[in-house]
């Protein structure tokens, strides 16, 4: 079983900027579909960004400009990381780093968490004003 664990959310003020990183526990796959999905109380789960084995990414509206998802391909690291500045009340929820690894990511992919098989126990970011 495949262990995704998240670090790096912390309360900061509107305005500032935060690095959320994820590793997995398995280092090895050739391909993948990785993510950031979040979810504040009382909402929907929502799809933040995707970035896939050739480097592709895909970000929702709300947070293009502010938010660069990436991935360390480096060996025997393979660190998802999701950088935000700009940061609004809005952005206050828990994050999630999910995978796929078996699969490239598709268009509409952060719509589609059924896609995920693999999910973190999150990382809170909450955005004071």
């Known amino acids: 079983q495949v262990q995704l664990v998240e670090s790096g959310g912390d309360s900061v003020q509107a305005g500032g900027s935060l690095r959320l990183s994820c590793t997995p526990s398995l280092v090895t796959y050739s391909r993948y579909c990785m993510a950031w999905f979040r979810q504040a109380p009382g909402q929907e789960r929502e799809g933040v960004a995707s970035?896939?084995?050739?480097?592709?990414?895909?970000?929702a509206d709300s947070v293009k400009g502010r938010v660069t998802i990436s991935h360390d391909n480096a060996k025997n690291k393979n660190t998802l990381y999701l950088q935000m500045n700009s940061l609004k009340p809005d952005d206050t929820a828990m994050y999630y780093c999910v995978a796929n690894l078996r699969y490239d990511c598709y268009s509409g992919v952060l719509v589609d968490s059924w896609f995920f098989a693999y999910w973190g126990r999150g990382t809170q970011v909450t955005v004071s004003s």
């Open positions: 970035i896939e084995t050739d480097g592709s990414t895909s970000y």
